[in-house]
Nanobody, 116 residues
Framework: QVQLVESGGGLVRPGGSLRLSCAAS????????MSWYRQAPGSERELVAS????????NYANSVKGRFTISRDNTKNTVYLQMNSLKPDDTAVYYC?????????WGQGTQVTVSS
């Protein structure tokens, strides 16, 4: 079965950096685009970044452009989100996502808290 397991979240000061990882299994990882979403308390889940199956195309929410970088390693079935210059507004649970075989799959999420 499809599994997405996020890791790398934590508490960081404003201006700091974190790298999130999402390990995928149960499907042909290299065939599907991958995305990162986030959900802050009291807010809807929002798309942060996405990357094409081969990694040649990426898209970002305006709020993270220039600060976050999505990448993937198809040999390790893993997608990453490098987050730099973090702000308190980036505080949220971050989720890995894919649409494989017409079905959307989500990881369990990893908490990112940006606070001094």
């Amino acid at each position: 079965q499809v599994q997405l397991v996020e890791s790398g979240g934590g508490l960081v000061r404003p201006g700091g950096s974190l790298r999130l990882s999402c390990a995928a299994s149960g499907f042909t990882f290299s065939s599907y685009a991958m995305s990162w979403y986030r959900q802050a308390p009291g807010s809807e889940r929002e798309l942060v970044a996405s990357i094409s199956s081969a990694g040649g195309s990426t898209n970002y929410a305006n709020s993270v452009k220039g600060r976050f970088t999505i990448s993937r390693d198809n040999t390790k079935n893993t997608v990453y989100l490098q987050m730099n210059s973090l702000k308190p507004d980036d505080t949220a649970v971050y989720y890995c996502n894919t649409r494989a075989g017409g079905t959307y799959y989500w990881g369990q999420g990893t908490q990112v808290t940006v606070s001094s």
